[in-house]
Nanobody, 122 residues
Framework: QVQLVESGGGLVQAGDSLRLSCVAT????????MVWFRQAPGKERESVGA????????YYTDSVKGRFTISRDNAKNTVYLQMNSLKPEDTAVYYCAASTQYSIRGPDMNYWGKGTLVTVSS
């Protein structure tokens, strides 16, 4: 059993930066690949970025490449999403998820956090 807790969301202006954190309890984070998803009201959930168990492989969706960075600190059981140059279209609830396989598909996730809201004003 793994519990994931996100933090770091808030209200910011376009062009600002935020760093989201996801802390895992119940089992060592190194067991899982980690994925950040986001979902805006009325829109489909989409993957934002993923990182492999050791951190050696990373994936980003095209809309955030060059602006977002995913990283992990397995010693702290924490994964991060650094978000720079935020745009209003980045507004969404951001979710942290864990998977035993390196995947960006929602059904492949074994555990989900409850989400943290990011609102970017223009």
């Amino acid at each position: 059993q793994v519990q994931l807790v996100e933090s770091g969301g808030g209200l910011v202006q376009a062009g600002d930066s935020l760093r989201l954190s996801c802390v895992a309890t119940g089992r060592t984070l190194s067991t899982y690949a980690m994925v950040w998803f986001r979902q805006a009201p009325g829109k489909e959930r989409e993957s934002v970025g993923a990182i492999s168990r050791s951190g050696g492989s990373r994936y980003y969706t095209d809309s955030v490449k060059g602006r977002f960075t995913i990283s992990r600190d397995n010693a702290k059981n924490t994964v991060y999403l650094q978000m720079n140059s935020l745009k209003p279209e980045d507004t969404a609830v951001y979710y942290c998820a864990a998977s035993t396989q390196y995947s960006i598909r929602g059904p492949d996730m074994n555990y989900w956090g409850k989400g943290t809201l990011v609102t970017v004003s223009s």
